[in-house]
């Protein structure tokens, strides 16, 4: 008999006495909120209205006038490790999550599996009544797991959600998305030509979720994690919100940290006083020459409408996606929900100077430590934010959106990483309105805080295992404080890719070090110190005249860091980083086999063809008429292609899309069995270690087309555009074909990958077994 069931159980029903209570699921306190957290990429504090910045975003301002805007909300300085904190409530390398996904090293703060000790705060509303829904960008799915074989514990749903529909990587095409639903990949709904853009459809599922919820059950709250591409790259939006800051940005960075530092000063976001630091505050010796600024003065005409431009299109992405949240929250007015839903506005780091001194039309050449042309992107300047662009700001812009304070996106031990905006607006359950909190809050603190409010608390044990204490603190009791009244958070380390610094009791410590640099000597890192209660910007280094202070708070933070898994440090340069071996769920081969009618494959677990000599052979039978994608991989903005059109063998590669394409042509081909290929032979290596060689192109046996080639060694895409055969998805490698030009006029076996270093005629000659041609 069930445990606890207290009715009467006789041979006859009608004899016997049900008793539900065993049974029942458990209900949500009565009256208990919504939670809606908004959660951008890559914004600076000075960047948006509410904080006195350029970029107008209406529905923020909404949010604030009507509910409390901090000035001291505080992140990791990078993507996943915040979005981690924001599942757990937990420290980021508590979660192992010391770094992104591409970036983890095996140790046990950057495994990129948050630990069964780490329980998320989904499960926790999920389990008490509330139904969950994570709609946009994901981030927190182990690389190697990303794929549709691939495990599925780190997933959204296995995380605590009820629903997922968005993309799992860092980053994806705002016009070509990477798409999940839930545990599963999909196609995008319809094309940009159709009016499609990734925001736009992220609320259109968003308010799908609402709308079912208010249907089948308006009693029972929701949490909604809602996390748009914006504002990460590429910096994709539609051309009226573009025109609108047409000239905004004329002006330059540093006349904008100027303005912009006044504006926050009268709105009361910064105090009187606050020095603005310098463009360039980093030591030469300490600094990564990648996330320089060049000085305004020094462009010439064409570079300075370049970069005006830029800004000009991510100040148009990030206000057309407000709009999109703005119609969420008018969803919510009209259905009487907005007064209980607690809604968190925020960013998950600092603006990002991942654009180069120069800006980019293709932000994956970062990836692939391949510096930007000038040229290039002056000659794309009325396509930026087009599906024909991929592009990033320049680093000037960085710097002037995290105004008042020192570097960007990356760097942890300043405020420039780790400051950014935050609004909260509860109706119901906070009375102040349109506020302004300087209370030093942290990311780890918004679980506590949706515990508190919810009236849950995270269990000793969870599901059998220990739980980690949560790292973070609740904000609620600053909702109706003064405020300047002191904040309850005590202490706050940072750490990411080689940055270190740590906040205590109204001070701050920082090591001189630049991530991603590959510099290492981390004992040789100078220790700044700040007051930052007097200090805002940290721009008065106190470190020669406390140097007691200074030690004490070194101390802090390596007691901290033990506390934490954060060691060991790790400064390796980005193509290092995202180019480890990383453990596999499939074992280590040197011959890839693929069919027609899968899915894309994605790049984390397809075929590596980086830095080495490789082979792609397709076994086909043809028809007269035989055209169509044979093998397909990356996009426009960097990948390779193997097709047929006008009865010829086409191979194209792609490099990180700069013009023109690498292309290798056959003369017409002939009806029947063939196998239709190409090798390239790896050679060396170029000024910025490209791989360079020699492509041939084979029709059988034969040679039809060779000559020089190069190919990248970094990722055709950190998340996109996967392996394809028989068709090419989304953005296509080359701008000779349309999508999905899918292969007609015959029967494509399969094509297989080769990187085993055989010659090409040996494999020709057992593609029919490999392939089982009929």
Known sequence: ???????????????????????????????????????????????????????????????????????????????????????????HHLNGCATIMEATDGFPGASGRIPDECATVSHLLQDNGWSTFWVGKDHNVPEEDNAPGGNRSMWPLQLGFDRFYGFLGGETNNWYPDLVEDNHFIDQPYSPEEGYHLSKDLADQALQMLRNQQASNPSKPWYLWFCPGANHAPHHAPEEYIKKYEGAFDDGYEAYREWVLARMIEKGILPEGTALTPLNPMPEEAANPDDFVRPWAELNDDERRLFARFAEVYAGFSEYTDAQVGRIVDYLEETGQLDNTLIFYCADNGASG???????VNENKFFNGYPDDLAENLAMIDKLGSADTYNHYPTGWAAAFSTPFQMFKRYAQFSGGTCDPMVIHWPQGIEARGEIRHQYHHSTDIVATVLDVTGLEMPATYRGVEQHPLSGVSM???????????????????????????????????????????????DADAWELYHVD????????????????????????????????VLPLDDRKALELVTIQRPQAEPARDRYVYY??????????????????????????????????????????????????????????????????????????TAGPHTLGMQFVREGAGEHKESVGTCRLYVDDQVVAE????????????????????????????????????????????????????????????????LSRE
């Open 1 to 91: 008999m069930t445990k606890d069931f207290n009715g009467v159980i006789q041979v006859d029903v009608r004899d016997s006495v049900p008793d539900w209570t065993p049974f029942e699921l458990k209900r949500a306190p009565e009256g208990a909120p919504n939670i809606l957290v908004v959660l951008y990429d890559d914004t600076g504090m000075a960047a948006w209205s509410p904080y006195g910045g350029r970029i107008n975003m209406p529905t923020m301002d909404r949010l604030a006038a009507n509910g409390l805007t901090y000035t001291q909300w505080h992140t990791t300085a990078l993507c996943s490790p915040t979005r981690s904190t924001f599942l757990t409530g937990r420290n």
């Open 354 to 360: 991942e654009g180069s001194p120069n800006g980019s």
């Open 476 to 522: 609620r009791g600053s909702f109706d404080a003064a405020a300047d009244a002191p904040t309850n958070k005590e202490v706050q380390y940072y750490a990411m890719l080689g940055t270190r610094g740590i906040w205590k009791d109204g001070w701050k410590a920082a090591a001189i070090h630049a991530p991603i640099s590959g510099k290492g000597n981390f």
């Open 534 to 565: 007097e200090d805002r910007s940290e721009s008065k280094n106190l470190a020669d005249e406390m140097p007691e202070k200074l030690q004490e708070m070194v101390d802090a933070w390596f007691q901290q860091a033990d506390e934490n898994n």
């Open 596 to 669: 027609p009618d899968t899915a894309a494959v994605p790049e984390s677990v397809a075929v590596n063809i980086r830095g080495r000599s490789y082979k792609i052979i397709a076994d086909a039978i043809l028809d007269d008429d035989a055209q169509g994608v044979l093998f397909a991989h990356g996009s426009r903005f960097g990948g390779h292609a193997l097709f047929i059109k006008d009865h010829k063998l086409h191979y194209v590669y792609n490099f990180l899309g700069i013009p023109p394409e690498q292309t290798f042509v056959s003369e017409p081909l």
């Open 707 to 770: 000559g020089p080639m190069r190919a990248q060694i970094g990722k055709f895409t950190l998340c996109g555009d996967g392996l394809c055969v028989g068709y090419d998805s989304a953005d296509t490698v080359s701008r000779q074909y349309t999508n999905p030009f899918p292969f007609t006029g015959g029967k494509l076996l399969g094509v297989a990958v080769d990187v085993s270093g055989e010659q090409y005629l040996d494999l020709e000659l057992e593609a029919a077994a490999i």
